[in-house]
């Protein structure tokens, strides 16, 4: 069975501070990670994926395979990056499963 | 572009009744449409897959003869929720594939979702 774990429901952090959105999974096969964001009142869109290795609105993210991991990170927060952030595993069919998420607020 | 459209946005609903909601990919054709559900503070949890013209393929502990998927063309699914119970209330969210063209083929473009309330 495939599972996403984001441990922190609710991250806090202050305009100009690094963030690392947590992120861990389990998966029998080999993984492809996303994370997806929402920002208030909009639909889910995606930000980046793993295999893409690309840099989205500054955001990062890294699949380490030896800690079963795919942590989003950005090294200065703005305010504009208070959204929900879900990190998927998709598996076989194209079928995706989400982490619980992550409420990310920057505050000034 | 990968516009995703929900109709309707939301609606409430006597025990009971049945209620269908749409989805719509507005500019490509979609290959394949997921529908999710997703209750208050949780995550988004997938309930079936349907490929255009052939049956929906449910989750486990999905009921498929409450939830009635469709995908007759390649630009809509319908889901319809049969014999509603308070129990059902919850955000319905679609995404949708394409095979190619414009857009990027693995990825899932979702709709805004529809709050269903069932009294």
């Known amino acids: ?108 | 572009g990968a516009v995703v459209s929900q109709h309707p946005s939301w609606v409430i609903c006597k025990s009971g009744t049945s209620v269908k909601i749409e989805c719509r990919s507005l500019d490509f054709q979609a290959t394949t449409m997921f529908w999710y559900r997703q209750f208050p503070k949780q995550s988004l949890m997938l309930m079936a897959t349907s490929n255009e013209g052939s049956k929906a393929t449910y989750e486990q502990g999905v009921e498929k003869d409450k939830f009635l998927i469709n995908h007759a063309s390649l630009t809509l699914s319908t889901l319809t929720v049969t014999s509603a119970h308070p129990e059902d209330s919850s955000f319905y969210i679609c995404s949708a594939t394409t095979s190619g063209g414009a857009f990027r083929p693995d990825t899932q473009y979702f709709g805004p979702g529809t709050r269903l309330t069932v009294l």
């Open chain 1, 1 to 108: 069975a495939q599972r996403v774990t984001q441990p922190e429901k609710l991250l806090s952090v202050f305009k100009g501070a690094p963030v690392e959105l947590k992120c861990n999974y389990s998966y029998s096969g080999s993984p492809e990670l996303f994370w997806y964001v929402q920002y208030s009142r909009q639909r889910l869109q995606l930000l980046l994926r793993h295999i893409s290795r690309e840099s989205i609105k500054g955001f990062t993210a890294d699949l380490n395979k030896g800690e079963t991991s795919f942590h989003l990170k950005k090294p200065f927060a703005q305010e504009e990056d208070s959204a929900m952030y879900y990190c998927a595993l998709k598996g076989g069919g194209n079928k995706l499963t989400f982490g619980t998420g992550t409420q990310l607020k920057v505050e000034l």
